[in-house]
């Protein structure tokens, strides 16, 4: 038989089974630290992410609104006087194409003449992009 030791309580004042109060619970904080700054830094590179994609996407839409200003202004500036004084269904010089009614690009072959009394001011469509070339 094994000879039994006896540890008096003068060297060992507490039970090693039971944390000291001070200790309760500490790893859980740190485990739970970690996963909340895991979970913000996730949540900053994604952000950051969209918002690259959110400036390419403003740029592209930059250049298309551009592109087609110009194309309004050249149309715009290349329309010629009337040849006939009481031309009123001809086109004047600062004239804008007939919108596009349907999504074809092409522009509409009337939306009104230059009296102004067919309701072009009303009439909504999409840019021809077709027409301007």
């Known amino acids: 038989m094994l000879p039994t030791v006896r540890i008096s309580r003068q060297q060992y004042p507490f039970n090693c089974a039971v944390l000291p ?12 630290t970690i996963l909340v700054l895991g979970t913000m830094s996730t949540l900053v590179i994604s952000l950051t992410g969209s918002s690259n994609r959110v400036a390419e996407q403003d740029m592209k839409t930059a250049k298309a609104l551009a592109h087609a200003k110009e194309a309004l202004i050249a149309h715009a500036v290349s329309v010629l006087l009337p040849t006939a004084p009481s031309a009123l269904t001809t086109a004047r010089p600062g004239d804008l194409p007939c919108p596009a009614l349907d999504s074809g690009g092409i522009a509409s072959i009337s939306c009104g003449d230059a009296a102004g009394t067919t309701g072009q001011s009303v009439r909504l469509g999409r840019l021809p992009w077709k027409t301007l070339g």
Do not use: E, F, T, Y
Not at 21 to 32: F, T, Y
């Open 21 to 32: 109060i001070g200790q309760k619970g500490a790893v859980l904080m740190v485990l739970l």
